[in-house]
């Protein structure tokens, strides 16, 4: 109780942090050819996946509408790249494309937000397995580059709130663990004589 508003503002960040290695991912399977090369661009993607997925944990938020959003600003933004480059702009179809697909992740069972969801997981549990997460990180799943600062800083406090927990209330639930698995044990025991008997 005393770390939830921390809790919960750390959920809402990675949140969004989820989202946007979503939309990174989705935008590098159907356009990375093109744009391989132009870290500048996935920058700015990033960015404007950042601002434009604030607030997402309000009420008021439409996810749908600002995914379209997020769509037409990433064909936008990659198109101007391929300009100013000489290379020719994405056709309607890839547009077409990658804006249903960044719509789909709106979707709680689609395969990109599971995965993308599965890989957090795995380096939250790889960090918290780790005897000072502050001094030597665990590696990065794929897929996880893009937001990889940011999850590092919001593992690394996740891991405080966790370690100092157990710190403070280890000794204390310890000894009702032990109560509750010991006598559980002793009980366990007397039942199979009784039955054996």
Known sequence: MTDGARLQELTEKLNQLKLIACLSLIT????????????DLANRLKRVSA??????????????EVLNSIGV???????????????????????????????????EDNPIRSLIDKRIQLYMKNLLCLPSPQKCMPPVPGGLAVI???????????????NLNKQVYGPFYANILRKL?????????????????
């Open 73 to 107: 600003q990433t064909c936008a933004e990659v198109n101007k790249t391929l300009m100013e480059r000489g290379l020719p702009t994405l056709n309607t179809e890839v547009q077409a494309n990658l804006l249903g697909q960044f719509s789909s992740i709106e979707e």
């Open 181 to 197: 698995l010991f006598s559980e044990e002793a009980m366990g025991k007397a039942e199979a004589s009784a039955s054996a008997n």
């Open 148 to 162: 990889q600062q940011e999850l590092e800083v919001l593992g690394c406090q996740y891991a405080n709130i966790v």
């Open 28 to 39: 590098n399977s159907i356009v990375g050819a093109v744009t391989e090369g132009l870290p």
């Open 51 to 64: 601002v434009l997925l604030e607030g997402m944990n309000k009420g008021t938020f439409n996810l749908k």
